[in-house]
T-cell receptor, first 107, second 119 residues
Framework: DIQMTQSPSSLSASVGDRVTITCRAS??????VNWYQHKPGKAPKLLIY???TLESGVPSRFSGRGSETDFTLTISGLQPEDFATYYC?????????FGGGTKVEIK | QVQLVQSGAEVKKPGSSVKVSCKAS????????ISWVRQAPGQGLEWLGR????????KPAQKFQGRVTFTADKSTSTAYLELSSLRSEDTAIYYC????????????WGQGTVITVSS
């Protein structure tokens, strides 16, 4: 299976900060990466697909970049509702895998 | 608005099996795959596998091969996950999710089903 390694596993940030989360794949996956936001007690929410395409209805402060093995999710101007756990997911292989998650907490 | 509605919480004994349902609205079964994802307490998201209802093809994650079965009833637009030989580590919230073609991005999720495995 393709391993997806996310970093950091957690971070503390303030409202208005710019936050970047990294995801590294164990092999070249082109741009087959999707990003999700997950809050306790709720289902995960799709933010970005195909590494950089913003899902409909998702605020433009979220952006994704990367290709091959290295990918980033950036939140430009953190809002109170953005404190959550974020996951990357690869869909290059028919065996899909998630990263370990990054918990974004309030500083 | 496409929705996935899952069955309710269950408590199961170790060694038993559980079957979770996921009813889809709209044309989901003709156009998308249905994946199953779980989150154990304090852990991250884990993909169990998926089914493509239109062609009845299933793909379990290697970790769950032999222990998991995915089925889909096209007449009721309901997908099922059956997990056998349950152990305490299977205690988790189980989600079904609709997989978008090409990118396999999960754009619609069920509300989650809590499965507790306890003697």
């Amino acid at each position: 299976d393709i391993q997806m390694t996310q970093s950091p596993s957690s971070l503390s940030a303030s409202v208005g900060d710019r936050v970047t989360i990294t995801c590294r794949a164990s092999q070249n996956i082109n741009n087959y990466v999707n990003w999700y936001q997950h809050k306790p007690g709720k289902a995960p929410k799709l933010l970005i697909y195909g590494a950089s395409t913003l899902e409909s209805g998702v605020p433009s402060r979220f952006s994704g970049r990367g290709s091959e093995t290295d990918f980033t999710l950036t939140i430009s101007g953190l809002q109170p509702e953005d404190f959550a756990t974020y996951y990357c997911q690869q869909s290059y292989s028919t065996s899909l895998t998630f990263g370990g998650g990054t918990k974004v907490e309030i500083k | 608005q496409v929705q996935l509605v899952q069955s309710g919480a269950e408590v199961k004994k170790p060694g038993s099996s559980v079957k979770v349902s996921c009813k889809a609205s709209g044309d989901t079964f003709n156009t998308h795959s249905i994946s199953w994802v779980r989150q154990a307490p304090g852990q991250g998201l884990e993909w169990l596998g998926r089914i493509i209802p239109k062609v009845d093809v299933e793909k379990p994650a290697q970790k769950f091969q032999g222990r998991v079965t995915f089925t889909a009833d096209k007449s009721t637009s309901t997908a099922y996950l059956e997990l056998s030989s349950l152990r305490s580590e299977d205690t988790a919230i189980y989600y079904c999710a609709r997989g978008r073609e090409v990118w396999d991005a999960f754009d619609v999720w069920g509300q989650g089903t809590v499965i507790t495995v306890s003697s």
